[in-house]
């Protein structure tokens, strides 16, 4: 387990912290610690993403749901229930029809530096998103601040480690998730025999994966087996949302695309049910490793 980063924000007793919950255990995971660290937190869990609220003790923190389309509109009632921090955490899987989206008046005037952002691609408009939040006096923080411990170690994490091919594959993959990250398209690629072979884009890891699936039963890799995915950062991202995540179905996809590991890199990115995670790998033979992004940046 890492160490807390030395710029882990300490959270003041009376700080109310807020969480924008969508779906996956990332949101599970930084409200759980949030709890056990004595704080109550004002979850704002978005409808028909917050899955994971199903066998939670919601008397344990104060729920807000709320219809992706009318986000815009909860900055107010946050700054009015005393909202002094706030985390964007878990995914959504559904963009409402610009028809349906409501907008608060503060964020109707910040609309041409928002659109003027989206225009810069994703992580502009989350850069935008956050600095609009922020000027109303909330600070926002990414889940790796709140909950450091799922922040990705360097080194092996399994009880296999990769091959030297499974290294080759990984420098590929590697180079290819960062070129594609420049562009804002994503942040995974997979790579086989030493060359990429499958891009992140819109549909995520989950749809890669599944397509790297749909590559291996139509022979289109024949007799190249095995293969690395690899997940990083884009380069200037904002991590304070949006970084790269691993779990228990990552690994679970993973193994059905019939790939060896998989790699992300150490500090900057996320691993939820770590123990589960882990087992799983190794339950498949798969191997898990951090690698250590300053390695990479210095060639």
Not at 179 to 184: E, K, N, R, T, V
Not at 267 to 288: C, K, N
Request: aromatic share 4%.
């Amino acid at each position: 387990m890492m160490t807390q980063p030395e710029n882990h924000p300490v959270l003041p007793r009376d700080a109310r912290v807020a969480v924008v919950a969508g779906s996956g255990a990332l949101p599970r995971d930084v409200v759980r610690t949030l709890v056990k660290g004595g704080h109550r937190p004002l979850v704002v869990a978005i409808e028909g993403e917050a899955d994971w609220l199903d066998g939670e003790n919601v008397a344990d923190f104060d729920l807000w749901p709320a219809p992706a389309e009318r986000l815009g509109l909860f900055l107010p009632r946050l700054k009015r229930a005393g909202v002094t921090h706030l985390v964007l955490a878990g995914g959504v899987s559904r963009r409402p029809p610009i028809l349906k989206v409501r907008l608060g008046w503060d964020v109707f005037r910040a609309l041409p530096k928002l659109l003027a952002a989206y225009a810069k691609g994703d992580d502009g408009l989350l850069r935008a998103v956050i600095a609009h939040i922020e000027s109303k006096g909330i600070r926002v923080l990414g889940a790796h601040e709140i909950a450091p411990e799922l922040l990705a170690p360097e080194g092996v994490m399994t009880r296999s480690g990769p091959k030297a091919s499974d290294r080759k594959d990984l420098a590929a993959a590697y180079e290819a998730a960062r070129m594609i990250g420049a562009l804002d398209i994503g942040q995974a690629a997979i790579a086989v025999g030493g060359r990429a072979v499958a891009l992140e884009g819109i549909e995520g890891t989950a749809g890669l994966l599944e397509r790297m699936r749909g590559m291996r039963n139509h022979g289109r890799l024949a007799g190249k087996a095995g293969g690395a995915l690899v997940k990083c950062v884009k380069p200037d991202q904002e991590k304070r949302a949006d970084m790269p995540t691993i779990g228990p179905d990552t690994i679970r996809a993973a193994h059905a695309a019939g790939l060896a590991g998989v790699g992300v890199e150490a500090g900057r990115s996320l691993i939820l049910d770590y123990a589960t995670t882990i087992g799983l790998a190794d339950e498949h033979g798969l191997f898990v490793i951090g690698l250590d992004p300053e390695a990479h940046d210095e060639r």
